[in-house]
């Protein structure tokens, strides 16, 4: 079974970049999906992007299209979400996971980890 890890939230400046990444272990699969989500403040938690593992098949929520960037380092069992011009709506806890099947939907991705914090300051 596949787990993921992820790491580099931290503080920035609106307008910094930041690089996540979401480390795999275990059992993977040619055909896994990896999805990135947040959480911001208050809110539910929605889909930012995701990739299939072994595809460069891609897809973004509308708000960080042109701006976030999802990549894939298969030598290192690697996910990057690199984020350039961070705004102050894109503070939350983002996470990794695993999704069931190639789909933006929450619902579709489980055993969610502990989420790495990213928060843009003005």
């Known amino acids: 079974q596949m787990q993921l890890t992820e790491s580099g939230g931290g503080p920035v400046q609106v307008g910094g970049s930041l690089r996540l990444s979401c480390a795999a272990s275990?059992?993977?699969?040619?055909?896994?999906?990896i999805g990135w989500f947040r959480q911001p403040p208050g809110k539910e938690r929605e889909f930012v992007a995701l990739t299939r593992w072994s595809r460069d098949s891609t897809l973004y929520r509308d708000s960080v299209k042109g701006r976030f960037t999802i990549s894939r380092d298969s030598a290192k069992n690697t996910v990057y979400l690199q984020m350039n011009v961070l705004q102050n709506e894109d503070t939350a806890v983002y996470y990794c996971e695993k999704g069931i099947q190639y789909s933006s939907d929450p619902a579709d991705y489980t055993s969610w980890g502990q989420g790495t914090q990213v928060t843009v300051a003005s």
């Open positions: 275990g059992r993977i699969y040619s055909s896994s999906v």
